[in-house]
């Protein structure tokens, strides 16, 4: 079945750019049936959708992280990857890769299990 | 401030049978369906419900999902100690065009 799996430091300085990488196995980012998402969750807060990538490489992203972040897909490595610039202590949160079904219905069916990012110098 | 509205805390004893509502607008709930993840201590989130109803191959028939109008709701029945988690409703929000979920329900079996 479908894995995700999460990637990257878990530990950056203020105002540097935070970068994660989510590994797709036992499926293909280039279905044309499903959105690949990121999603975080402060500690002991609720989840907060950041943004989604078609295979094609179109993007929508969260409208209050929209001039921070940029998502990209590789789809030879069936890779697809966050780049979240200017952080701050605010952006520490456990973050997620989700695999978000979209055909006639939307639901995020497939999660990783995330990785842990903290924010200080 | 989450888009859509949960309670932040439920509860109930083994056996009982709990709801968890979820409240929103004309933009996500009322023009889409709704889904519900589970998220137990220390662990991602996982699909509970999707479309409104629909249970993924696994998820027990102790737990079910309606919809009306602008709000939804969960139901555990049979609560087992194991159904101590973490529920968040989410729907497509079409103003946003992504998601939107709710702040979450802790729910507690005493």
Do not use: H
């Amino acid at each position: 079945q479908v894995q995700l799996q999460e990637s990257g430091p878990g530990l950056v300085k203020p105002s540097e750019t935070l970068s994660l990488t989510c590994t797709v196995s036992g499926g293909s980012v280039s279905s044309g049936s499903y959105y690949w998402s990121w999603i975080r969750q402060p500690p002991g807060k609720g989840l907060e959708w950041i943004g989604y990538i078609y295979y094609s490489g179109s993007t929508n992203y969260n409208p209050s992280l929209k001039s921070r972040v940029s998502i990209s897909v590789d789809t030879s490595k069936n890779q697809f990857s966050l780049k979240l610039s200017s952080v701050t202590a605010a952006d520490t949160a456990v973050y997620y890769c989700a695999r978000l079904a979209a055909t006639r219905y939307y639901y995020m069916d497939v999660w990783g299990k995330g990785t842990t990012v903290t924010v200080s110098s | 401030q989450s888009v859509l509205t949960q309670p932040p805390s439920a509860s109930g004893t083994p056996g009982q049978r709990v709801t968890i509502s979820c409240s929103g607008s004309s933009s996500n709930i009322g023009s889409n369906t709704v889904n519900w993840y589970q998220q137990l201590p220390g662990t991602a989130p996982k699909l509970l419900i999707y479309v409104n109803n629909q249970r993924p191959s696994g998820v027990p028939d102790r737990f079910s999902g309606s919809k009306s109008g602008t709000s939804a709701s969960l139901a555990i029945s049979g609560l087992q100690s194991e159904d101590e988690a973490d529920y968040y409703c989410a729907a497509w929000d079409d103003s946003l065009n992504g998601p939107v979920f709710g702040g979450g329900t802790k729910l507690t079996v005493l």
